[in-house]
């Protein structure tokens, strides 16, 4: 496989980690489609590749969708070698409020949207003259409750739990991968108003994913230090959301002694 032309589709291409991923393939003189829903987007990333990245519209939440972007897929490629499924979207919940809509799309874009796109991607694959392999970009957050994450941590534990189950049910055909990011600058964390620990720039990110998923492990989790403090967070789980509640209680506190 080493020097062949690889054909890869990644979701969620048109910004972020996906634009940043295709970027860094294509550059290396791989054939990239990337998609999302926002056509202008992806046409201004595929512009300028020399040929090499080719945009495809698709809203990974429309499940009526994955049949007639496979036929489109198959139009523009013999087969995949590598998906990688990244497109994503956040939404913080408002506790106490639970709306079950907002729980609803992120489920929908975040794990539903990767049953789309691997229904759509599986004729491809299955194509491929060598093992394909499948990325899902999941999410540290996935790993353990943080405050108002409870829609988008738990569709990434969702997630992740899907694209390792594929290693069973899929076994025989392709190789899978999960990747558990911590913060990358993309407009997705534009809005995020609280301290970033670790940010790391969308290229560095995407140069570090292409690196690390060569040898197909079954789980890539980064930056190293952050993801070590959420693993004791795990081993001492009892501990940390105490620690949660108490910050979550000062805070309250405070807030009644302001009146606010
Ligand atoms: N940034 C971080 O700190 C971070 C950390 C951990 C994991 N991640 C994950 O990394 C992935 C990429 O996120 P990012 O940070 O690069 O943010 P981003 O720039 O907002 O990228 C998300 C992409 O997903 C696409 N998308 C969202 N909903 C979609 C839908 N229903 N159908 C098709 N495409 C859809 C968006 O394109 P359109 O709007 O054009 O559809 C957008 O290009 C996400 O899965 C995110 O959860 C990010």
């Known amino acids: 496989m080493a020097g062949d032309v690889l054909s890869i589709w990644i979701t969620g291409g048109g910004s972020g980690i996906g634009a940043a991923l295709a970027r860094h393939y294509a550059a290396q003189g791989h054939r990239v489609i990337i998609s999302g829903r926002n056509a202008q987007k992806l046409q201004e990333i595929s512009e300028g590749s020399d040929g090499h990245i080719q945009p495809l519209v698709f ?3 429309d499940d009526d969708a994955s049949t007639t972007t496979s036929q489109a897929l198959q139009e523009l490629t013999t087969h995949l ?3 990688i499924m990244n497109a994503g ?4 919940i408002r506790a106490p409020e639970l709306d079950t809509a907002l729980f609803r799309r992120v489920m929908d ?3 539903f949207g990767m049953i789309n796109t691997l229904r759509a991607a599986l004729p491809l694959l299955r194509e491929a003259p060598h093992r394909p392999h499948v990325v899902g970009i999941c999410s540290l957050a996935g790993l353990i409750g943080f405050p108002r994450a409870a829609a988008y941590g738990g569709s990434k534990a969702a997630a992740a739990y899907l694209v390792h189950a594929l290693r069973t049910d899929f076994g025989d055909l392709l ?5 558990n990011p911590g913060f990358i600058r993309t407009p997705m964390t534009e809005q995020n108003r609280f301290p970033m620990p670790f940010l790391m720039e969308a290229d560095k990110a995407a140069a570090l994913i292409a690196r690390r998923i060569r040898r197909r492990p079954m789980t890539v989790n980064f930056p190293r230090r952050l993801s070590a403090i959420l693993q004791l967070g795990r081993l001492f789980a009892p501990i940390w959301y105490r620690m949660y509640m108490r910050s979550a209680d000062s805070l309250g506190r405070k807030k009644k002694a302001s009146g606010k």
């Open 109 to 111: 874009s975040n794990y």
């Open 59 to 61: 809203d990974v939440s």
């Open 89 to 92: 979207s956040c939404e913080y």
């Open 81 to 83: 070698d590598l998906l």
């Open 175 to 179: 190789d899978t991968t999960v990747v």
